[in-house]
């Protein structure tokens, strides 16, 4: 089993919200689904890559991040089970 946390929202600092203190996109929505454009080789693309550059990135905000505060927040125990064999017919 696994617990999921779901918070309404995450602050930087108590003020900024995270989505946009990041300096790529970080929302989410219903149904997302992972497509093959996040993968490159076979390997999780790095949202800290910056292509222009060819290295991580530098655009971040100035201000020291002292704390991400969540607001709104509830969680769930998933228990995750074996998917069912197939029969031989």
């Known amino acids: 089993e696994i617990v999921v946390i779901e918070s309404r929202e995450l602050k930087v600092n108590g003020k900024?919200?995270?989505e946009k203190w990041l300096p790529f996109g970080a929302t989410n929505g219903e149904k997302v689904k992972v497509v093959g454009s996040t993968t490159v080789n076979g390997a999780w693309k790095?949202?800290?890559w910056d292509g222009k550059s060819l290295g991580s990135?530098?655009?971040y905000p100035k201000e020291k991040v002292e704390e991400v505060k969540a607001e709104g927040f509830r969680s769930w125990t998933v228990r995750l089970q074996k998917k069912a064999e197939k029969k031989a017919s």
Do not use: A, G, K, V
């Open 16 to 18: 900024t919200p995270l």
């Open 46 to 48: 790095s949202l800290d």
């Open 57 to 59: 990135r530098e655009n």
